[in-house]
C-alpha cells in the first residue's frame, strides 16, 4: 500500500524492532535511532500507519534542526520552542497529506513555514490590539543582537533577509538539495539559486568585514 | 573569499551540536499519544488532478445540455480541434497545480499567478486567430449574461473541487485559492464554448476570457476572507479573557 519506502532493503532492523514494541519500546527506539537518513520517509509511513515509536523517533531526529530553523528566523528560544510544539501539532493534524512516495523533508519545512507565518500574524495581531506597534518594531529590530542564541550559525546568517536565512538554513542544517527546497517554499529551482547566490554575496561582503577587522585589531571584537 | 570558504564556514557552524529541551521534546510526544491511530494517505496527483478535471468536464456538459450545445454545433472542425484541446490542457495543468497547492511540499509546475496570465494569454491567443467578425452587436447585454454564464458555472465547480481536495492542506491558502479559481473559471469558458453561438470575436475576446480572471480573483479573495476569519477565530480561542 505505502510503495517502495516499505519494501526498502535497509527496513529489515526496523521489522524486526516492531515485533518487540509491546516487550521494550525502549529497545524499539534505539533499533529506530539507528535508521539512516534516507529512510526519514519510512519512519514517517510507519507514523501514517499509527506507529507511536516511529513518531518519537521523528520527533527526536527532527526536532534539533527544526526549532534551530525556527532560531534562525530572529525567534527567542521560548518563541522557538512554541513554534516546534505548534509544528508537531499541526504536523500530526495533517500527517495524512504527505505521500509515501514523496521527499518528507520538503512537507514538513513547508508544514513549519507555515507554523513560522502564523505565528508572525499572531504577534502582529496580539500587538495591534494591545497598541504596542511601535514597541514591537524595536524589539524586531533589536532581536539579532541581544537574543540568548550563542549559536554560531545563528550569528553568521542575522545580516541576510528572511527569504535567504531559511534557504541557507535548509539547504545547510537540513542538507536538503535545490529541488527540495523549492519545494518546501514553493518556488522554483531557478528562484532558490537566485536565494543562495545573493545571501551568499552578502555573507561574503560581511565575511571579509569581519576578516578585515580581525587583521586590524588582532580578533574578533 | 570564494564560495568554498563560505561553505566550509556555514557547515563548520551547522555541525555544532543543537539540544533541545528534552522536557519540550517529551511533551510534544506526550501530547501526540492520545491521537495516535493509523490515517489513510491521500491518493497520488494524478488521481485526484484526474478527478479534478471530470468534475470541470461535466459540470460544463451538465450546464451546456441543460442550455443547449448551439456554440459546439455552430463551430467548425477546426475551431473545434482548436479551441477545447487547448482549455483540456489549461485544465489539466491548472488541475495539476491546485492539487500541488493543496498538498505541502508539492512541486510546482507553474505558480499560480503565471497560470492565470498563461490561461487568459492562450485563450485570448486561440479567440483572437479563429474569430474574425468584429461587429458588437447588443456588447454589453449579451457579454454581461455570458459572463454571468460562465461565473455561474464557476461557482459549483469551485465548491466541488474543494470538496474533493477537503482532506488537502494548503499551506498557502491565497495562491491555492487563485488557482482553484482559475479551474473553476476554465470550466466556466468550456460550458460557455459549447453553448454560446455568438462568435463576435470582441464578445469571445472580453466577456468569455473575463470568466476566469473575474472567477480566479473570486478564489483568491475567499481564501483570504476564510485566512482571516480562522486566525481571528484562533486568536479569539487563545485570547487569556
Known amino acids: ?221 | 573569499m570564494r564560495d568554498r570558504e563560505i561553505d566550509q564556514a556555514l557547515e563548520r557552524a551547522a555541525q555544532a551540536p543543537h539540544e533541545v529541551n528534552p522536557g519540550l521534546l517529551e511533551r510534544i510526544v506526550g501530547s501526540l499519544k492520545s491521537s495516535m491511530r493509523p490515517v489513510r494517505p491521500l491518493p497520488p496527483t494524478w488521481v485526484l488532478a484526474g478527478g479534478l478535471v471530470l468534475i470541470c468536464a461535466a459540470i460544463a456538459l451538465t450546464g451546456a445540455a441543460r442550455a443547449g450545445f448551439y456554440g459546439i454545433e455552430k463551430l467548425s472542425v477546426l475551431e473545434r480541434a482548436l479551441i477545447f484541446p487547448t482549455l483540456g490542457i489549461l485544465v489539466w495543468v491548472a488541475a495539476v497545480e491546485f492539487v500541488s497547492e493543496m498538498i505541502p511540499g508539492s512541486r510546482c509546475i507553474v505558480a499560480p499567478g503565471a497560470l492565470l496570465k498563461i490561461g487568459c494569454l492562450a485563450l485570448l491567443g486561440v479567440f483572437a486567430m479563429l474569430f474574425r467578425d468584429y461587429r458588437t452587436d447588443h456588447f454589453v447585454s449579451a457579454g454581461v449574461a455570458c459572463l454571468m454564464t460562465g461565473l455561474l458555472h464557476a461557482v459549483p465547480t469551485g465548491l466541488v473541487s474543494w470538496w474533493l481536495l477537503r482532506r488537502g492542506f494548503a499551506v498557502n491558502s491565497v495562491p491555492a485559492g487563485l488557482v482553484g479559481g482559475t479551474l473553476a473559471g476554465l470550466a466556466g469558458v468550456t460550458m460557455l464554448e459549447l453553448h454560446c453561438a455568438n462568435f463576435e470575436a470582441l464578445h469571445v475576446l472580453l466577456w468569455h476570457t473575463a470568466v476566469v480572471p473575474v472567477s480566479g480573483a473570486a478564489g483568491a479573495l475567499v481564501a483570504w476572507t476564510l485566512r482571516l476569519r480562522s486566525g481571528s477565530a484562533a486568536h479569539e480561542r487563545n485570547s487569556p479573557e
Open chain 1, 1 to 221: 500500500m505505502y510503495g517502495p519506502a516499505l519494501n526498502d532493503v535497509d527496513m529489515t532492523p526496523v521489522d524486526g524492532a516492531r515485533e518487540h514494541v509491546d516487550n521494550s519500546k525502549v529497545c524499539v527506539k534505539t533499533l529506530y535511532a539507528m535508521v539512516p537518513d534516507s529512510n526519514l520517509e519510512m519512519l514517517m509511513a510507519r507514523y501514517q500507519e499509527g506507529d507511536f515509536a516511529a513518531a518519537t523517533a521523528l520527533i527526536d531526529r527532527l526536532s534539533p534542526q527544526l526549532h534551530r530553523f525556527f532560531l534562525a528566523q530572529f525567534a527567542s528560544r521560548a518563541d522557538a520552542d512554541d513554534l516546534l510544539q505548534e509544528t508537531w501539532l499541526r504536523i500530526h493534524k495533517v500527517r495524512h497529506t504527505y505521500r509515501p512516495s514523496e521527499p518528507m523533508l520538503p512537507w514538513f519545512y513547508a508544514i513549519a513555514r507555515r507554523v513560522r507565518v502564523d505565528h508572525y500574524r499572531k504577534a502582529i495581531r496580539t500587538t495591534a490590539r494591545e497598541h504596542r506597534l511601535e514597541e514591537m518594531s524595536e524589539v524586531a529590530a533589536a532581536l539579532p543582537g541581544e537574543s540568548d542564541r550563542t549559536d554560531d550559525l545563528e550569528a553568521l546568517l542575522a545580516p541576510l533577509p528572511q527569504s535567504q536565512r531559511e534557504v541557507i538554513e535548509m539547504m545547510k542544517v537540513a542538507g536538503m538539495s535545490l529541488e527540495e527546497v523549492a519545494r518546501a517554499t514553493s518556488s522554483s529551482v531557478g528562484s532558490v539559486k537566485q536565494k543562495v547566490h545573493r545571501a551568499y554575496e552578502k555573507l561574503r561582503g560581511k565575511m571579509s568585514a569581519m576578516g578585515l577587522s580581525k587583521g586590524r585589531s588582532g580578533g574578533l571584537s
